[in-house]
C-alpha cells in the first residue's frame, strides 16, 4: 500500500469517526516467505536448466555438467523441506514439463480429467501444498 492511500484511509477514518488512527503493515508469515523464497528459487532453477539446454543445442556449448553441482546441492536442501511427493512434482516442472522440441507437457486429474494448473511458480507451489501433509520423506 502506497504512503498516499495509507493517509488517505487515515483521513476518511478521522471524517467519519472523530479519531485518530494509525496503519500498520501486516508481517508476512513464515509460510508466505517460504513461498516467495520458493518462487525466487523454482524461477532461477527453471531459468538456468532451459539456459544450459538452449546452449547445448543453439551452440553445441554444454553447460549441463558444470550447472550439475549446482542443481544436486539445491536439491539436496530441498530434501530438507520437502516430501517425497512434492520434490517430485517439484523436478517434473524443472526437468520434464517443457520439452526439447518447444512442447509443453500437462497435468491432468486423475479422477476428473481437469487441467491442473502449473504454469506459474505460484501454480506450483499451491500445487505441491496439497501433498504437504504426506509423511513420505
Given at each position: 500500500m502506497k504512503e498516499d492511500d495509507i493517509k488517505k484511509i487515515q483521513k476518511s477514518i478521522k471524517d467519519v469517526l472523530g479519531v485518530k488512527s494509525n496503519l500498520s503493515k501486516k508481517r508476512p508469515s513464515v509460510k508466505s516467505k517460504i513461498k516467495e523464497h520458493f518462487k525466487i528459487i523454482i524461477t532461477g532453477l527453471a531459468h538456468l536448466n532451459s539456459r544450459s539446454i538452449g546452449l547445448k543445442h543453439d551452440y553445441k556449448?554444454?553447460?549441463?555438467?558444470?550447472?550439475?553441482?549446482?542443481?544436486?546441492?539445491?536439491?539436496?536442501l530441498m530434501h530438507l523441506q520437502f516430501n517425497k511427493s512434492q520434490r517430485s512434482i517439484i523436478e517434473w516442472f524443472l526437468y520434464d514439463k517443457f520439452l526439447p522440441d518447444g512442447g509443453v507437457l500437462i497435468l491432468k486429474d486423475e479422477d476428473t480429467g481437469e487441467e491442473i494448473p502449473t504454469e506459474t511458480s505460484d501454480d506450483l507451489w499451491d500445487l505441491i501444498q496439497q501433498y504437504e501433509k504426506k509423511d513420505n520423506k
Open positions: 556449448i554444454d553447460f549441463i555438467e558444470y550447472d550439475e553441482i549446482f542443481f544436486n546441492v539445491i536439491e539436496s
